[in-house]
């Protein structure tokens, strides 16, 4: 594991709990650690927001600005937030919108890729709002 994304993914392990967010490994890509954060609002009627990055490998700006974001604690605590900042970390280390498995995590729609969408995986996703979790391209057997 390349140690500047291993560091980037602790950096925004640490920069979310400061902040109030709590983290959680919900899934793991090619020994990569998918995390999660999530904070709810003490507002009653908080909107739930949802924002991701690092989709795309060869992209890094999404999850950069996102890390900045919590380091300022800009995101409004008004509102209930559950993000996913490093989707794709096997594609930010190799610089590729591929994850290690050549999915293309913003192009899954044809039949041999399958891309599952898993409620109720994870313990903060349970009492939260929902979980993603990416697998690896799945091939009908008679393809």
Same mark, same amino acid.
């Given at each position: !594991?390349? +140690? $500047?994304?291993?560091?980037?993914?602790?950096?925004?392990?640490?920069?979310? =709990?400061?902040?109030?967010?709590?983290?959680?490994?919900?899934?793991?890509?090619? #020994?990569?650690?998918?995390?999660?954060? /999530?904070?709810?609002?003490?507002? =009653?009627?908080?909107?739930?927001?949802?924002?991701? /990055? #690092?989709?795309? #490998?060869?992209? $890094?700006? #999404?999850?950069?600005?996102?890390?900045?974001?919590?380091?300022?604690? =800009?995101? +409004?605590? %008004?509102?209930?937030?559950?993000?996913? $900042? *490093?989707?794709?970390?096997?594609?930010?280390? =190799?610089? !590729? %919108?591929?994850?290690?498995?050549?999915?293309?995590?913003?192009? +899954?729609?044809?039949?041999?890729?399958?891309?599952? @969408?898993?409620?109720?995986?994870?313990?903060?996703?349970? %009492? @939260?709002?929902?979980?993603?979790?990416?697998?690896?391209? *799945? %091939?009908? $057997?008679?393809?």
């Amino acid at each position: !594991m390349n +140690p $500047p994304i291993v560091k980037l993914i602790e950096k925004f392990q640490s920069s979310a =709990a400061a902040v109030g967010f709590e983290v959680e490994t919900f899934g793991r890509v090619a #020994g990569w650690p998918l995390i999660a954060l /999530s904070r709810k609002s003490t507002t =009653a009627k908080a909107q739930n927001i949802y924002l991701s /990055s #690092g989709i795309h #490998g060869d992209e $890094p700006a #999404g999850p950069l600005a996102l890390l900045q974001l919590l380091q300022d604690d =800009a995101l +409004p605590r %008004r509102h209930n937030y559950w993000i996913c $900042p *490093v989707l794709n970390p096997s594609g930010l280390d =190799a610089r !590729m %919108r591929e994850n290690a498995h050549g999915l293309d995590l913003n192009r +899954p729609f044809s039949l041999s890729i399958s891309l599952y @969408y898993t409620y109720r995986r994870s313990r903060l996703a349970r %009492r @939260y709002v929902w979980a993603v979790t990416i697998l690896p391209a *799945v %091939r009908r $057997p008679d393809e």
